[in-house]
């Protein structure tokens, strides 16, 4: 039974880190920028929900739509002031601006709360557990997290092949030029596309601040965690950040089994091993 239970703590784990990736994807899809800030982005917004529930008081549900409204506005005005001047044929310079980004978010964060490591409340939601079979169950904190991937990404797929915003994304994404010769607003489908990406990073700050501690310096370790997920399952592809985060969580869950020194260890492995067999990921986007 051992075995079993590793494979439910890797996939559960792989909800986690698919929702890491989420975003990071989304605006690679659309906009063909690896943002280096975007761990810094998510303990941003981990912090955020963290302030609105103790300064605020805001219940947790209440402070989680709060933020990710702030971060919707504050991705549409960092793509409209910062991230536009910088877009080009030339993927230098979109690079070191989100660098340099990161160095700032994690900083501010250091001087706004200290280094001290922080968590969000969730009350018994944290240590409830739900029975799957006798004598097996899993926690209701990573089901959750496993649950609201899953969603997340059929949300965002229902979004990008059912609405005229989705056309408009799928369009930019192809061409640029020709997507403007139609009448496509780039600037606002950028910012858009960022917005969105931040706004669905809140949903990954909650399910890791819940699950486990964080302070300012760990941010590129989850930009590694969600860039690590996007490549094995395949650039482009939605489902296929929902696949590699799973891999991505077995990888570690199996090695961990083995050995807990393996356990990060294993994922990075399996990162290059995938990145060796199939450059493009498992399962990449369809270009049509």
């Known amino acids: 039974?051992?075995?079993?239970?590793?494979?439910?703590?890797?996939?559960?784990?792989?909800?986690?880190?698919?929702?890491?990736?989420?975003?990071?994807?989304?605006?690679?899809?659309?906009?063909?920028?690896?943002?280096?800030?975007?761990?810094?982005?998510?303990?941003?917004?981990?912090?955020?929900?963290?302030?609105?529930?103790?300064?605020?008081?805001?219940?947790?549900?209440?402070?989680?739509?709060?933020?990710?409204?702030?971060?919707?506005?504050?991705?549409?005005?960092?793509?409209?002031?910062?991230?536009?001047?910088?877009?080009?044929?030339?993927?230098?310079?979109?690079?070191?601006?989100?660098?340099?980004?990161?160095?700032?978010?994690?900083?501010?964060?250091?001087?706004?709360?200290?280094?001290?490591?922080?968590?969000?409340?969730?009350?018994?939601?944290?240590?409830?557990?739900?029975?799957?079979?006798?004598?097996?169950?899993?926690?209701?904190?990573?089901?959750?997290?496993?649950v609201t991937a899953i969603a997340a990404v059929a949300l965002l797929q229902l979004i990008f092949y059912r609405t005229s915003l989705g056309r408009a994304f799928r369009a930019t994404a192809d061409n640029p030029a020709i997507a403007q010769l139609m009448g496509v607003n780039e600037r606002n489908v950028y910012a858009i596309a960022v917005g969105l990406s931040l706004a669905v990073s809140v949903i990954a700050a909650i399910v890791f601040g819940i699950r486990a501690s964080f302070d300012p310096s760990i941010g590129p370790a989850r930009l590694l965690y969600a860039f690590e997920a996007v490549i094995i399952g395949g650039l482009g592809s939605l489902w296929g950040t929902l696949a590699g985060g799973i891999v991505l969580g077995l990888a570690q869950a199996i090695g961990g089994r083995i050995n807990p020194e393996w356990q990060i260890l294993a994922g990075h492995l399996t990162f290059l091993a995938v990145l060796m067999v199939r450059p493009r990921g498992l399962f990449p986007a369809r270009r049509t």
């Open 1 to 146: 039974m051992s075995g079993f239970d590793t494979i439910i703590e890797g996939v559960l784990l792989g909800g986690v880190y698919a929702l890491f990736a989420l975003g990071l994807s989304l605006i690679f899809g659309i906009m063909r920028l690896v943002n280096l800030a975007h761990g810094d982005l998510i303990l941003l917004a981990a912090y955020l929900v963290l302030s609105a529930t103790t300064a605020l008081g805001l219940p947790l549900a209440a402070a989680s739509l709060l933020v990710v409204a702030t971060m919707f506005v504050l991705g549409f005005v960092l793509q409209r002031l910062v991230l536009e001047r910088v877009l080009g044929d030339d993927i230098l310079p979109p690079l070191l601006v989100t660098f340099g980004l990161s160095i700032v978010i994690q900083n501010g964060l250091l001087l706004g709360y200290g280094a001290d490591s922080r968590r969000l409340q969730a009350g018994a939601f944290e240590s409830s557990s739900v029975t799957l079979a006798p004598g097996l169950s899993v926690g209701l904190a990573p089901l959750t997290a496993l």
